[in-house]
């Protein structure tokens, strides 16, 4: 089966027209390396200087494609020029071939050639002037290193900055997709985040506005509606500075709107007051110090998504808030009596046991919730522990 040799590249056909046209325009004038009268010139006369040209050109056309193969026939035509008088472009299209096996060959030949040259160089140094005892006889090495180690060497240096300037754009494309990878991932975190508040800030309000509207539509009771219709306010107008301060967050520093500051601890009595008004009967008893601002703010959440939730779901009874502060960590603990509902006072969208418990893992603390029996029956139970430690940094809403 034929072996089919690829095809050449147009810069390497434009080169091999270029050799044979320059060795033909030597030959042409008569200009040959070394006069017909020397011993060596075992091929005297004009025309057999064509043949080891032509076989030159010919392999320029694979220096690219396949430099293994052309370098091998190049070096049986250069071996078949020195027996001629010889053409200088033949030689110097041998360079050429020298070169290219070395950047464009495969990385063991890229890194034999150049030490088999170096020895062929030093070997046609030394040899001959060991035999000769003549100074001329230097010049065999010299010319070999020339034509051979000089041309091999400079190769493989061009391939090494190649592979470092390609080694260097692959770091820059990983570095970039790591870039990349990084923002779609802190994208992704504040997209989260900001749901998470936007669930927290606003569910508390809607969900006391929906079940009191409800009541207010439903009810002939004139005072019984004015109270419902001054609840619903009082969750409207809260649910409005809620908003107001998520919509500073997203603004910009040089916009009109300052970002207000984040709810703390210290408004859990507030957030507890407003839960009784929506009907709820509770318990606080916080108890935490001082804590950092992002285990401050993940308590105040968990708060306040336990005491919505035990606004929608729980059944008749009392709700208990705990926080304590022992061992090194923040204890949140919300409990309720088990609502056994077809459906929720109030809609909503599931996603407040998921908020609660990403705040918690983002603190490294741990979180559980559900159904559990207590002496007074069966209670929904929320409970957190959020590690506390001052090296803190950051908000993690």
Not at 115 to 144: C, H, K, M
Not at 145 to 172: D, Q
Not at 319 to 325: D, N, P, W
Not at 365 to 393: C, M, N, Q, Y
Request: hydrophobic share 45%; charged share 20%; net charge neutral.
């Amino acid at each position: 089966m034929a072996v089919r040799l690829p095809r050449p590249r147009r810069f390497d056909v434009y080169v091999a027209l270029g050799g044979l046209l320059g060795g033909l325009l030597l030959w042409g004038v008569g200009l040959a390396t070394r006069p017909h009268t020397e011993a060596y010139v075992l091929l005297p006369g004009r025309w057999p200087v064509l043949l080891p040209l032509l076989v030159m050109a010919g392999c320029e056309l694979l220096r690219r494609t396949a430099p293994r193969t052309a370098l091998l026939t190049g070096t049986a035509a250069i071996v078949l020029d020195t027996v001629t008088q010889g053409n200088l472009v033949t030689v110097l299209m041998y360079t050429d071939l020298m070169y290219a096996a070395v950047l464009y060959g495969p990385p063991a030949s890229a890194h034999r050639i150049p030490r088999i040259t170096g020895l062929l160089s030093l070997a046609g140094t030394v040899v001959p002037f060991a035999l000769w005892r003549e100074p001329e006889a230097l010049l065999i090495g010299v010319i070999t290193g020339l034509v051979t180690f000089g041309p091999a060497s400079t190769g493989l240096i061009v391939r090494n900055h190649r592979e470092a300037a390609e080694a260097a754009r692959l770091r820059a494309g990983q570095t970039a997709l790591l870039a990349e990878m990084d923002r779609t991932q802190a994208v992704t975190a504040e997209r989260a985040r900001m749901a998470r508040e936007l669930h927290d800030m606003v569910a508390n309000h809607l969900s006391a506005i929906a079940i009191h509207s409800t009541a207010a539509l439903s009810l002939q009771d004139q005072k019984t509606s004015q109270e419902a219709l001054t609840v619903i306010r009082e969750n409207s107008v809260a649910g409005l500075a809620e908003m107001r301060r998520l919509i500073g967050i997203l603004r910009d520093s040089s916009g009109d709107v300052e970002p207000v500051a984040a709810p703390t601890l210290d408004g859990l009595g507030a957030l507890v007051e407003n839960a009784r008004t929506n009907g709820l009967h509770i318990t606080l008893d916080a108890a935490h110090g001082t804590v950092p601002a992002p285990v401050e703010l993940a308590a105040y959440r968990i708060v306040q998504e336990s005491l919505t939730n035990a606004f929608k779901h729980a059944g008749p009874g009392r709700v208990t808030v705990t926080l304590a502060r022992q061992d090194g960590a923040l204890t949140v603990s919300v409990t309720s009596p088990y609502g056994d509902r077809d459906q929720p006072s109030a809609p909503g969208s599931g996603a407040g046991l998921i908020g609660m418990r990403e705040r918690t893992a983002l603190l490294d603390g741990t979180f559980e919730a559900g159904p559990e029996d207590s002496p007074d029956g069966k209670i929904w139970a929320v409970r957190a522990t959020l590690p506390v430690h001052e090296t803190v940094e950051g908000d993690t809403a």
